[in-house]
């Protein structure tokens, strides 16, 4: 685990100490803080489907646009699947969000956006074929190993070798508060070593063991390790709040 970097603006947002070494990368793991919308979407909620006015989301997100200093940024409608959306050079955006739980890119000055309440943003990135994914994985994410699916696309598409990427697992459930009582009837049995106490798993274990299963070196994986229930002063937390917005985790390759 390393210890992220909070970067103090007027909009803060935290950074991932081997991913902001990257020349060729923008990242930024934003708050709640730094936007506009009211309780209890206060402030920065990217989410236009958790009730939020659309003119404040609007308002938020393109505040993130410009902290980044994305040309364009992408997001999707996150349905727990397994969708990989990839968008490549020449490829026509047009702005409409799909339906998917990650996103591959090339292009320099697309900033791709997951929104998350719980739920992990994972960064993916080469920094050999400047290709980078942001994927949004929650315990159904997990259960169908999409981060494994965006590591083999990656491989698939851009010639990308897991031995090269780098990783980074955002703020979401700790093993403190990611309580499964159903944990038997929803997760596959090799999960079960990562239960760190009844019905408790440790999914930031689960993740990186399955970014090391797919080939990442242990030592590119960073987790921030910041648990959104017990931090609910920065961020947004669906279990802990119920009704609340959706932070944003954005990664570029820059212009
Ligand atoms: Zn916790």
Not at 63 to 80: C, F, G, P, R, S
Not at 142 to 165: A, H, M, T, Y
Not at 212 to 241: L, M, N, Q, V
Request: glycine residues 10%; proline residues 5%.
């Amino acid at each position: 685990m390393s210890d992220p970097c909070w970067i103090q603006k007027e909009i803060p947002y935290i950074q991932f100490p081997g991913l902001s070494q990257e020349p060729n990368l923008a990242h930024g793991v934003f708050t709640r803080h730094g936007g506009v919308s009211a309780p209890p979407f206060d402030t920065l909620n990217t989410s236009y489907a958790v009730g939020d006015h659309q003119e404040n989301v609007t308002e938020n997100i393109r505040k993130i646009t410009d902290v980044i200093q994305a040309q364009e940024l992408m997001y999707m409608n996150q349905v727990h699947g397994d969708e990989i959306h990839v968008l490549r050079k020449g490829d026509r955006i047009n702005g409409e969000a799909i339906d998917a739980d990650a996103m591959i890119t090339d292009i320099p000055g697309l900033a791709l956006m997951i929104k998350q309440a719980d739920c992990q943003g994972a960064i993916i990135y080469d920094p050999q074929k400047a290709v980078v994914a942001n994927v949004h994985c929650g315990w159904r994410g997990n259960v169908q190993n999409i981060l494994g699916g965006v590591v083999s696309r990656l491989n698939k598409e851009f010639g990308c070798r897991p031995s090269d990427l780098h990783a980074a697992i955002g703020p979401s459930l700790g093993p403190c508060c990611a309580e499964f009582v159903g944990y038997a009837e929803i997760f596959p049995r090799d999960f079960d070593r990562f239960m760190v106490r009844e019905n408790h798993f440790d999914m930031w274990a689960v993740s990186c063991w399955q970014l090391t299963e797919a080939g990442i070196k242990p030592e590119h994986i960073e987790t921030a390790g910041i648990c959104t229930k017990c931090k609910t002063d920065w961020f947004f937390s669906y279990r802990a709040e119920g009704t609340t917005g959706r932070f944003g985790t954005v990664a570029m390759i820059t212009p």
